[in-house]
């Protein structure tokens, strides 16, 4: 046996198990009171808490936004995720050229051989049309795509798919079982009252979130619900951040619509409070961080039911590219966020708020499995699944500072956070790829996933 960890609390979806663990060729082999085979490697958890490896579908490596580039490439946003014990990570392909095999590829090679935890890729559908879909197809079925992104607004950027092509994509995602993820906000909303406060000259950042209020995600919430219901299409709407957003999710789902919420870490952690501080643009990300009582009308949807995953949206800029801009429209939106998923979750959520350890496992592991197609080889330590786990010392406290982080930006946005708990170690088929904070892969070892759906997701 290659690897063998003792004196596990093992947590899966029916709670903890106090166990040993088996891993050879990268895959759990046994799962045992004792394993009483020697292993070439011992590893001692000492009685800690031991979660399936959290798999972050929503990162931006190696992004380009207007005329910057997010701090951390594959390598560096990998070794951070790493160290927060993400073991699986899916990026994006932002297509520049109606070839999206090509472009598929070409976001590919910026990826292989540069990561050091296991990655996907999602590809984010700007427009539609015979060639178009010729090609999803052919990625659907050669590339082990499992998911597509739409945007409902950002058209001046050449992001936004209008209703009909939204339409149409979720027919034949529909069709071929392929999850459709969205950023929703109202597009004609956000232009509305983004002109009206330039023409005021209201310029600073608590505008930015008061220009895309509560209404422009739960409008645009509401219309991918009746599309998913219609088409038959799964859809996810990533990064919600706002009680009346999740309101339209809770009344869909009671519906039987299929239709998921992802929100993260920093939605659950700051209110748009944050933006009228002397450095308040650093905090801009869309959508905006919102009011007190969205943040916790979203702890109510992580506890009990209304969200699905948890995903960073790390997507993360200097402060060199953050600070200094007049209008904040011109402030480049996106945060870090992929290290600190399992620990803002259990210190502000087990700890604080009563969430429990298997829905924690619901949230950061199984359901993302699910939802992406990458259950059941990840999602849960199980026999037969590979070895993805990670170590978390509920007895040590961490303040999450640009010093005990690993991302490269050269700030935190949690620096005055301080958790209660630290990730310890982090397996990526049973390689011991990060501990203490210190990583210990090299770039390279993390593989391409070809993903395929099924299942379902929990509560």
Known sequence: ?????????????????????????????????????????????????????????????????????????????????????VTTVIDFVTPESRDYVEEFRKRRAEADGNTI?????????????????????????????????IFTAYSKRGLMLDDGKLYRLMQLCSKHNVLVMAHCENEWLINKFVDEFLEEGKVEPIYHSWSRPDIV???????????????????????LSSKAGLEKIVEAR?????????????????????????????????????????????WGGVVGDGISTIGSDHACFNLSNKLGHRRFVDVPGGVAGTEVIAMVLFSEGVLKRGLALERMVELTSYNP????????????????????????????????SRENLH?????????????????????????????????????????????????????
């Not at 609390?9 to 709670?15: E, T």
């Not at 995600?217 to 990064?239: D, I, K, M, P, W």
């Not at 998921?260 to 933006?275: G, N, Q």
């Open 117 to 149: 935890v296991d990655y996907g890729l999602h590809v984010s559908v700007t427009d539609y049309g015979a060639d178009i879909i010729e090609g999803l197809v052919k990625l659907f079925r050669e590339e082990g795509l499992a998911s597509v992104k």
């Open 254 to 298: 009671s519906k039987r619509v299929r239709i998921h919420a992802e929100t993260c870490p920093h939605y659950l952690v700051f209110t748009e409070d944050v933006y009228r501080e002397a450095d308040g643009a650093k905090y801009i990300m869309s959508p905006p961080l919102k009011k007190k009582a969205d943040m916790e009308a979203l």
């Open 217 to 239: 995600e739960a409008e645009a919430v509401q219309r991918l619900a009746y599309f998913s219901e219609v088409t038959g299409a799964e859809s996810l709407v990533v990064h």
């Open 369 to 400: 499995a699910v939802l992406y197609g990458l259950y059941p080889s990840k999602g849960l330590i199980r026999v037969g699944g590979d070895a993805d786990f990670y170590v978390l010392d509920p007895s040590q406290r961490m303040r999450l």
């Open 407 to 459: 991302s490269k930006i050269d700030h935190s946005i949690y620096e005055n956070l301080e958790v209660g708990c630290r990730v310890v170690a982090t397996f990526s088929r049973g390689e011991l790829v990060a501990e203490n904070g210190e990583v210990m892969a090299k770039p390279g070892r993390g593989k391409y996933l070809y993903r395929r759906r099924g299942g379902e997701v929990g509560s």
């Open 1 to 85: 046996m290659d690897l063998v960890v003792k004196n596990c609390k093992i947590v899966g979806l029916d709670g903890l198990t106090e166990a040993e663990l088996g891993v050879e060729n990268g895959k759990v082999v046994k799962i045992a009171r004792v394993v009483e085979e020697r292993g070439e490697r011992t590893y001692d958890a000492k009685g800690r808490l031991v979660f399936p490896g959290v798999i972050d579908g929503h990162v931006h490596f190696n992004l380009k936004y207007g005329d910057y580039y997010t701090a951390d490439d594959f390598t560096s946003g990998t070794a951070a995720a790493a160290c927060g014990g």
